[in-house]
């Protein structure tokens, strides 16, 4: 597509609930990436793909994060037993190949996620 | 930890002066980038700076990257209505180099 792609835009959920947000990147980006972004800060960095492979996912809060690329393009981050603090803009970004050593990343327009 | 610091976290100037704010990482950084998100938005792409020294313009702003590479700053010159916004300094770490490590922000308002 011609941008990044995030689905839903919006999503309120209860505390205790499952979660999945989905990226679609730019067509032909090998790169993806998934930030959180808390009112007030910069995007924190949770986990990025190369290919289908998850590359780095030393940014994840703990193992009630999840995030799969099983084709490498589209992506869905998974939260499971959703708690209050998890609520944020979760980010998706996409760049053409992070080998080339120029990893300048497009981002898609987030998905707000409030837990209730 | 890694960590990319900002300053100032807020900066108010009236149309027309002049803006800067600083990015410092804890380590050498291979390259460093700028983004801008405006209210309501998504961060955006503005200027990647590798080289060590490297000075990088873009019609009124000047990016520069430190001799060490361990920090950079972001200059505007006659600030306008459509510089508000919150600018981030970002630089990869870990052994992967993928992990793009973003500051906390400057979020620059310009009075009219």
């Not at chain 1, 994060?65 to 609520?87: C, H, M, N, W, Y």
């Not at chain 2, 050498?28 to 490297?54: A, M």
């Not at chain 2, 950079?72 to 180099?97: E, K, M």
């Not at chain 2, 490590?101 to 620059?108: A, E, R, S, Y």
Request: proline share 4%.
């Amino acid at each position: 597509g011609a941008g990044v792609s995030q689905t839903p835009s919006n999503k309120v959920t209860e505390k205790g609930k499952y979660v999945e947000l989905r990226c679609d990147p730019i067509s032909g980006h090998t790169a993806l990436y998934w930030y959180r972004q808390s009112l007030g800060q910069g995007p924190e960095f949770l986990i990025y793909f190369q290919g289908t492979g998850a590359a780095d996912d030393s940014g994840l809060p703990n193992d009630r994060f999840f995030a799969v690329r099983p084709e490498g393009s589209v992506s869905t981050l998974k939260i499971q037993r959703t708690e209050r603090g998890d609520s944020a803009v979760y980010l998706c970004a996409s760049s053409l190949d992070r080998t080339s050593g120029a990893n300048v990343l497009t981002f898609g327009a987030g998905s707000r996620l409030t837990v209730l | 930890g890694q960590q990319v610091m900002q300053i100032p976290q807020y900066q108010h100037v009236q149309e027309g002066e002049d803006f800067t704010t600083y990015c410092n990482s804890s380590t050498t950084l291979s390259n460093i980038q700028w983004y801008k998100q405006r209210p309501g938005g998504h961060p955006v792409f503005l200027i990647q700076l590798v080289k060590s020294g490297e000075v990088k313009k873009q019609k009124r702003l000047t990016f520069q990257f430190g001799e060490a590479k361990k920090n950079s700053s972001l200059h505007i010159t006659a600030t306008q209505t459509t510089d508000v916004g919150t600018y981030f300094c970002a630089g990869p770490y870990g052994g992967s180099q993928g992990n793009l490590i973003f500051g906390k922000g400057t979020k620059l308002s310009v009075k009219p």
